[in-house]
């Protein structure tokens, strides 16, 4: 039987599958899980609420008998260039960018596996099983924008991490970005998640409109109410760019 998050079922045409792992799963995760408890203890006060598990997200996907792996992840966590890397950003702050220990890769790893994939909680989930939207998502990959880990640079009011590529990948390519398939295990959160769907809202009302000179705005389609394109940053965002290790949160 093949290990979970590898290249299972291949002899499924096309379909498209989401992971949940606990923020910081692995042996490596120590420092991870440290920011993520400070994070979410500030959060859970803050919103008067109680305390949530913090999950990490990435994808298989299944296409022509091979599985890709998708996911965001730190540079120093692979010895060296890790397989499978289609793009590079800062964590923290833009010029943090020129240290590897301050960079993210996001990884489209053909017959690849996700690491620690057998930590993942209720997973995995199949979104879909649709051969355009499976292609649709790896074409998507490479365009994927490259803002700095941790902050909220594109004013979606939630910081940018590896839950926003998940999310920005699904709402692009077709998904149902409200379906209950697509939301965190039962007391669990996944920040992050919201800014990739706003940003993903705001390209696809661009491409819409765009010989009309309409958008002024978005709606958020995981169910907030439309807000302008230059709502301030998040107090989330905020936190994680204080902490000293936060950036860390949604690895």
Same mark, same amino acid.
């Given at each position: 039987?093949?290990?979970?998050?590898?290249?299972?079922?291949?002899?499924?045409? &096309?379909?498209?599958?989401?992971?949940?792992?606990?923020?910081?799963?692995?042996?490596?995760?120590? +420092?991870?899980?440290?920011?993520?408890?400070?994070?979410?203890?500030?959060?859970? @006060?803050?919103?008067?609420?109680?305390?949530?598990?913090?999950?990490?997200?990435?994808?298989?996907?299944? $296409?022509?008998?091979? &599985?890709?792996?998708?996911?965001?992840?730190? /540079?120093? &966590?692979?010895?060296?260039?890790?397989?499978?890397?289609?793009?590079?950003? %800062?964590?923290?702050?833009?010029? !943090?960018?020129?240290?590897?220990?301050?960079?993210?890769?996001?990884?489209?790893?053909?017959?690849?596996?996700?690491?620690?994939? %057998?930590?993942?909680?209720?997973?995995?989930?199949?979104?879909?099983? %649709?051969?355009?939207?499976?292609?649709?998502?790896?074409?998507?990959?490479?365009?994927?924008?490259? @803002?700095?880990?941790?902050?909220?640079?594109?004013?979606?009011?939630?910081? !940018?991490?590896?839950? %926003?590529?998940?999310? !920005? $990948?699904?709402?692009?390519?077709?998904?149902? /970005?409200?379906?209950?398939?697509?939301?965190?295990?039962?007391?669990?959160? &996944?920040?992050?998640?919201?800014?990739?769907?706003?940003?993903?809202?705001?390209?696809?009302?661009?491409?819409?409109?765009?010989?009309?000179?309409?958008?002024?705005?978005?709606?958020?389609?995981?169910?907030?109410?439309? $807000?302008?394109?230059?709502?301030? +940053?998040?107090?989330? @965002?905020?936190? @994680?760019?204080?902490?000293?290790?936060? !950036?860390?949160?949604?690895?």
């Amino acid at each position: 039987m093949t290990a979970p998050g590898g290249p299972a079922h291949l002899d499924d045409q &096309a379909s498209v599958d989401l992971y949940w792992l606990p923020l910081g799963a692995g042996q490596s995760g120590q +420092c991870v899980r440290g920011s993520g408890r400070i994070y979410e203890a500030f959060m859970s @006060a803050r919103q008067h609420r109680p305390r949530l598990r913090l999950y990490h997200s990435a994808l298989i996907v299944r $296409l022509d008998g091979h &599985a890709h792996a998708i996911e965001m992840a730190p /540079v120093w &966590a692979v010895g060296g260039h890790g397989p499978g890397v289609v793009s590079e950003g %800062s964590v923290g702050a833009p010029s !943090w960018g020129r240290s590897r220990l301050f960079r993210y890769e996001v990884r489209c790893w053909r017959d690849g596996t996700i690491p620690d994939a %057998s930590t993942a909680v209720d997973s995995p989930r199949r979104v879909s099983s %649709s051969r355009s939207q499976a292609n649709q998502v790896l074409r998507l990959v490479e365009s994927f924008p490259t @803002a700095t880990w941790g902050r909220d640079e594109q004013q979606a009011g939630d910081m !940018w991490n590896s839950n %926003s590529l998940t999310a !920005w $990948l699904l709402a692009l390519s077709g998904h149902d /970005v409200r379906s209950t398939a697509l939301q965190p295990p039962a007391g669990g959160a &996944a920040p992050g998640w919201a800014a990739g769907l706003v940003v993903a809202n705001r390209a696809r009302a661009g491409q819409a409109c765009s010989s009309e000179g309409c958008c002024g705005g978005w709606t958020d389609q995981s169910g907030g109410s439309s $807000l302008p394109a230059s709502s301030s +940053c998040s107090a989330s @965002a905020a936190v @994680a760019c204080t902490l000293p290790a936060a !950036w860390w949160v949604g690895a």
